[in-house]
């Protein structure tokens, strides 16, 4: 009967949207792969769109292959940063990140995350995605604070050459619209969108989170087997459930391994 649960997947190895994710308080695993990130997409919305289903399909596929006998609620998204025509991805080196800034300084850009949802269960395949747009103003940015940013090497795997939740803070003014948006997973549409999403496909469930198998880790997964690290909020077990999770395989196998590192 637990296989007929849906497993929550993220794909997506940023640890800002794991934070996000974890405030859900259900258990889900990281699953990701190397794709190329580039579409003929030039509209923002369109191409955060795209490349977060791209990187949800992937995932979908390795999971059909995988543990076809299981189901799951693969969860992507990507986010860049836009100004006019002009869309800004994370800057190839210190060079671009000081261009991008220099850009965006003294004006209002957009923030879009696109986010894709892919329900697969019983090998049969549903999708839906969405994107979300904040508007994030900067202060002119002044040469000594532009280098101070800089040198934090904040700027390198940002889109747009920055995140709002570090120094970037010194020259932002104003942000319109949903700052988790702007870390990089809009949360609270996610959880709108999520249950109607669920509930579309889904239909005479109560509550969509008591669709996901909330202790599935403790028996599906070790990591000889599947090479993938499951998020476990611990304090939101049960003290039986913390018992059982303690005596698991899975953290057996865990503790053994943190021991010999």
Partial sequence: MEN????????????????????????????????????????????????????????????????????????????????????????????????????????????????????????????????????VTFDKIAPEIMELYLDTGDSLDKAGAYGIQGGSL?????????????????LSRFVSEAESFLHSQIPGVSSWLKLFSLFFLLSALTPSSSGLDPIINFQALSPSSQKNFASSPWRQAQTTRRSST
């Fill in 4 to 135: 007929s649960k849906l497993k929550l997947i993220l794909a997506s190895g940023s640890p800002r949207r794991r934070e996000l994710l974890g405030h859900l308080k259900i258990p889900f695993e990281v699953v990701t792969l190397n794709l190329p990130e580039d579409t003929d997409a030039t509209d923002p919305s369109t191409y955060c769109q795209e490349l977060a289903g791209r990187k949800g399909r992937g995932v979908e596929e390795k999971l059909r292959r995988e543990r076809p006998q299981e189901n799951f609620l693969i969860v992507s998204a990507d986010t860049i940063v836009s100004l006019g025509n002009k869309i800004y991805n994370k800057p190839a080196d210190r060079a671009e990140a000081k261009a991008f800034l220099t850009e965006l300084s003294g004006k209002t850009h957009s923030v879009f995350t696109g986010v894709s949802l892919i329900l697969l269960q019983k090998g049969k395949a549903s999708a839906r995605t969405f994107s979300d747009e904040s508007k």
């Fill in 170 to 186: 010194l020259f932002i003014s104003k942000v319109d619209g949903s700052y988790a948006n702007v870390v990089g997973f809009p």
